[in-house]
C-alpha cells in the first residue's frame, strides 16, 4: 500500500509547531537574560510546550510570543527568526524560514490553538460532571446504588449518548472563522462557554464582540432572548445611522457597529434584555425614536415597560431636549406635543420651559396628565405662530421671541393648574 504524501498545509502546521516548541524551550533556557521577563522566570519552568500556557492561561500566550519576539535578536533566539534570506526578521508580516509564517500569523494560528485546547478541556470536564448531575435519587444512595449497579442495572452512559447534548458540541468549528485578532486571546474562556447554537445565530457578529462582560452575558441567554438582543442591535444600528468609531480593537466590518450595539445593551444590565424580551415590539419602536437622540446611553433608559411606551410616543424633536427624561414623560403630554407642526419649534420651546423653571417643577409638569390642558393650549398657540413665520433653514429671532412669548404664557398657566393640586396635596 502506497503511503499518502502530507499536503503542504500539514508540513506547515509541523513546521509552525516545530517552531512555536523552539521558541518555548528558547524561553525557558534564556527567560533570565530576557529585558522585562523576571515575572514570569519561575513561571515558565513548570511547563514543558506551548500547549501547556494555551489550555491553562489563555491570556498568558500573546505574553510569551512577544517576549520572544523582542528577544529575536539575542543569543539562544536569533536563527529562530530568520528569514529565506538570512536576515532576522524585522517586522511582524516578514516570513520565517522554520515555519514559513510570519510572526503576525503564528499570533493568530496560537490564538486558534488556543480555543482549540480550551474547547476540549472544557468538553472534558464536563463529561466527567454530567454522568453525576444524571444520576437518579436511588443511584445516589450507597447501599441501593451498589446493589443496581451489582445487579447491572445502572450501567455508565457512553460518551457519544452524553456528547449528543453537550451545548458546545462543535463549538471550536463555529468560532474558527472568526478567530481573527489577537486581542481575542483575552476572550478565550468566555468564548468557550457560549452554545454553539448562539454563535450560529451571531455569525461575524462573535468577531466584533471585545469584552468578555457581554459574552458571559450571552452565554446566560436562551435561543429566543439571544435573537432578540441581536435584533435590538441591528435595530439601533439602522436607527441610529453613522455611528461613532469603534474600538480600535475591532474589526472594520459590516458587523462591528452590531456588535458595539449589542456589548453596550448587554453590559448595561439584564434590565432592558427583560422588558424587551416581553415587550418585543415596544422595545424596538422605542429605539427606533431613541437611538438617534441617546445613541450608546439609550440603553440604561429603556428599563421598563412603562418607559418604553412614553419614549415611544414621545415626539423626536422633544427627546432630542429631553433625552433621559423622555422616560418620564406622559403618554398623552407626548400626544399633545407630537401635533406641534414645526420641529425645531417644539425643540425651543420645550427647551425654553425647561431653562425657566426648577428640575422638579418641569418633571411635574411632563409626568401628570393634569397639565395636558396647558399643554395642550402651549402647542395651539405655537402652531398659530409657527403658520405665519416665514420659511428658513433656522429660526429667525423674531419667532424665537414669539416663541419665549408664549413660553412664559404657558408657565402661568402651568402655575394656575398647579395651585388647586398644591392645595389637594
Known amino acids: 500500500m502506497n503511503t499518502p504524501k502530507p499536503t503542504t498545509d500539514r508540513r506547515h502546521n509541523h513546521s509552525l ?22 515575572a514570569i522566570a519561575t513561571l515558565i519552568q513548570g511547563w514543558q510546550k506551548p500547549e501547556d500556557v494555551m489550555q491553562a492561561y489563555p491570556a498568558l500566550v500573546p505574553l510569551f510570543l512577544d517576549i520572544a519576539w523582542r528577544a529575536r535578536k539575542a543569543p539562544g533566539f536569533i536563527e529562530l527568526f530568520r528569514t529565506d534570506a ?46 453525576e448531575r444524571r444520576r437518579g435519587t436511588l443511584s445516589k ?13 445502572l450501567s455508565p452512559v457512553k460518551t457519544e449518548v452524553l456528547l449528543a447534548d453537550y451545548p458546545q458540541k462543535g463549538l471550536y468549528e463555529a468560532l474558527k472563522p472568526f478567530l481573527l485578532r489577537r486581542e481575542q486571546f483575552a476572550l478565550v474562556e468566555a468564548l468557550s462557554a457560549l452554545p454553539t447554537r448562539t454563535v450560529s445565530m451571531l455569525g461575524p457578529v462573535i468577531g466584533a464582540l471585545h469584552a468578555p462582560a457581554p459574552i458571559r452575558s450571552l452565554a446566560d441567554l436562551d435561543r429566543a432572548s439571544v435573537k432578540i438582543a441581536i435584533e435590538m442591535a441591528e435595530t439601533f444600528v439602522e436607527a441610529r445611522g453613522a455611528l461613532d468609531a469603534v474600538p480600535k480593537d475591532m474589526p472594520a466590518t459590516p458587523a462591528a457597529p452590531v456588535g458595539k450595539a449589542l456589548a453596550e445593551m448587554l453590559c448595561a444590565g439584564p434590565a432592558f434584555m427583560a422588558v424587551a424580551v416581553s415587550h418585543r ?62 420641529a425645531r419649534a417644539a425643540t425651543f420651546a420645550v427647551s425654553t420651559l425647561r431653562a425657566g423653571v426648577g428640575p422638579e417643577t418641569f418633571l411635574c409638569w411632563i409626568r401628570d396628565d393634569a397639565y395636558l390642558s396647558g399643554w395642550k393650549q402651549l402647542v395651539q398657540n405655537i402652531n398659530r405662530d409657527a403658520s405665519v413665520r416665514t420659511a428658513s433653514d433656522q429660526l429667525t429671532p423674531n419667532h424665537k421671541a414669539g416663541l419665549k412669548a408664549i413660553c412664559e404664557r404657558g408657565v402661568r398657566v402651568f402655575a394656575e393648574i398647579a395651585e388647586p393640586l398644591k392645595k389637594a396635596a
Open 281 to 342: 415590539d415596544l422595545a424596538k419602536d422605542a429605539i427606533t425614536k431613541f437611538a438617534p437622540v441617546m445613541q450608546g446611553n439609550i440603553w440604561t433608559v429603556l428599563k421598563d415597560a412603562e418607559s418604553l411606551r412614553r419614549i415611544a410616543e414621545c415626539p423626536g424633536a422633544v427627546a432630542a431636549e429631553l433625552q433621559a427624561l423622555t422616560a418620564e414623560i406622559h403618554e398623552r403630554v407626548s400626544i399633545a406635543l407630537a401635533e406641534i407642526t414645526d
Open 17 to 38: 509547531r516545530h517552531q512555536a516548541q523552539a521558541w518555548f524551550d528558547a524561553l525557558r533556557l534564556h527567560i533570565t537574560e530576557v529585558e522585562g521577563a523576571d
Open 86 to 131: 538570512g536576515e532576522v526578521a524585522e517586522t511582524p508580516s516578514d516570513v520565517m524560514a522554520l515555519s514559513q509564517k510570519s510572526f503576525g500569523d503564528i499570533v493568530i494560528a496560537h490564538l486558534m490553538g488556543t480555543m482549540r485546547l480550551v474547547c476540549e478541556r472544557r468538553k472534558n470536564e464536563w463529561l466527567a460532571e454530567e454522568p
Open 141 to 153: 444512595m450507597p447501599i441501593v446504588g451498589a446493589a443496581l449497579r451489582g445487579l447491572g442495572l
